[in-house]
Nanobody, 129 residues
Framework: QVQLVESGGGSVQAGGSLNLSCVAS????????IAWFRQAPEKEREGVAA???????TYADSVKGRFTVPKDNAKNALYLQLNSPKPVDTAMYYC???????????????????????WGQGTQVTVSS
């Protein structure tokens, strides 16, 4: 089974940039459906981006055009590039994984936390205005 470790969080000014890392071990991340989630205090965990086993990424409307999810197969790592972050992007960020179903399909392009069963410990992002 896959283990995930996030890093790269910190404080950033609005309009800047920050790159979060999610390093997988125990298995090749390309065999899993991967998603980035975030959770702000007193709010539900929300999906930010989903990456299927083909490497195709989809994004929540709230981050579309600002966040990207590059990956480095040689390092077995995925990233969440935060471009032009806003204070509302302040949250704990998590990467998560799940095996595709028997048809090879990944969960919804709008990822739900309940659909993912492997989680990293999270990395905090704070965006100041």
């Amino acid at each position: 089974q896959v283990q995930l470790v996030e890093s790269g969080g910190g404080s950033v000014q609005a309009g800047g940039s920050l790159n979060l890392s999610c390093v997988a071990s125990g298995a090749d991340h390309r065999y899993y459906c991967i998603a980035w989630f975030r959770q702000a205090p007193e709010k539900e965990r929300e999906g930010v981006a989903a990456i299927n086993t083909w490497g195709t990424a989809t994004y929540a409307d709230s981050v579309k055009g600002r966040f990207t999810v590059p990956k480095d197969n040689a390092k077995n790592a995925l990233y969440l590039q935060l471009n032009s972050p806003k204070p509302v992007d302040t949250a704990m960020y998590y990467c998560a994984a799940v095996s595709p179903n028997i048809y090879g399909r990944c969960p919804s392009n709008s990822p739900r936390a309940a659909d993912y069963n492997y989680w990293g410990q999270g990395t905090q992002v704070t965006v100041s205005s």
